[in-house]
């Protein structure tokens, strides 16, 4: 652990060096020539799949469409985009408003909060404390929401002045999001509404949200905003940028750039997932590229298992004939590897295959 005391290198913000009207990248920003955005422009098509939440509220047939329907992407594309999902378009705009006001405010109202990768709460801009590693071309702001005992509101920004009760809007209403797909993704692996929640750690869940922005870069094509990974906790569910496109996800040997609809959150499989549902669900590895001329803003929300608690292939879902493909863990043990090494494609579920 003492490895997570302090970053090896004092921490330049990405934004500090567009802000500098720099016209080439520093060399710790360039990526290997067989992982810059210019070797694979992005494949424009096909889009992941969009999904109506408002069917689960209506007859038994258009709710069991509705599961069908996030079987299939699951089992597809293991990201799809969800609308008519309850949370307040009003409240949107604002936690956007707020945190494009926060990353506006001057370095060292930000720097007031700057992190450490004991927790990585805060103001940051670094995944991984290797020394010398190359690294990505954005900032974020990191906060835990759940479980209550960890979360700490003097920690977030106490500007905007409405952000700290902004943030908690939003977390709330995500929270009940998440435990409603949780409640989907049960029924449609075959369990139990509350099974996959139980398997969480029932109502002592993790929560937290990432702010990332990804500030204008001079060479968009040498670098990343976000190298390829998948997320290594439950549930993700993103709030893209409602005007510029970045996120890309890996089909294949391709990367297909999403294209976000207006109002809709972006929901991936996390790690834990693929794990309790012994990999008939998948995570996906998917990246940030970054522009010349725009600067970017995305939310993502984190839904995560209790971090003491063991993960392991659901028993519904182990046969003679699948067997259990993972060891158990505990989400404190896997997030680890990411606190030390950052974003590392799909390295660390692989890591845990039962031999």
Known sequence: MDCLQEWPEPVVHVQALSDSALTTIPDLYIKPPSERPSSDKGVATPHIPVIDLGGLAEGAAECRATICAVADACCSWGFFQVVNHGV???????????????????????QAYANNPRTYEGYGSRVGVEKGAILDWGDYFYLHLLPESIKNQDKWPALPSSCRQTVQEYG??????????????????????????????????????RVNYYPRCPQPELTLGLSPHSDPGGLTALLADDCVKGLQVRRGDDWVTVQPVAGAFIVNIGDQIQILSNAKYKSVEHRVTVNAAQERLSLAFFYNPRSDWPIAPVGQLVTPQRPPLYQATTFDEYRMHVRKNGPTGKTQVESLKAI
């Open 88 to 110: 307040s378009p009003d409240l949107v705009r604002k936690v956007r408003e707020v945190w494009r006001d926060f990353f506006r405010l001057p370095m060292a109202e930000k």
């Open 172 to 209: 709330d209403e995500m929270v009940k999001l998440c435990g409603t797909l949780m409640k989907v993704l049960s029924i449609s692996l075959g369990l139990d509404v509350d099974q996959l929640q139980a398997a969480f750690g029932g109502d002592d869940v993790g929560a937290c949200l």
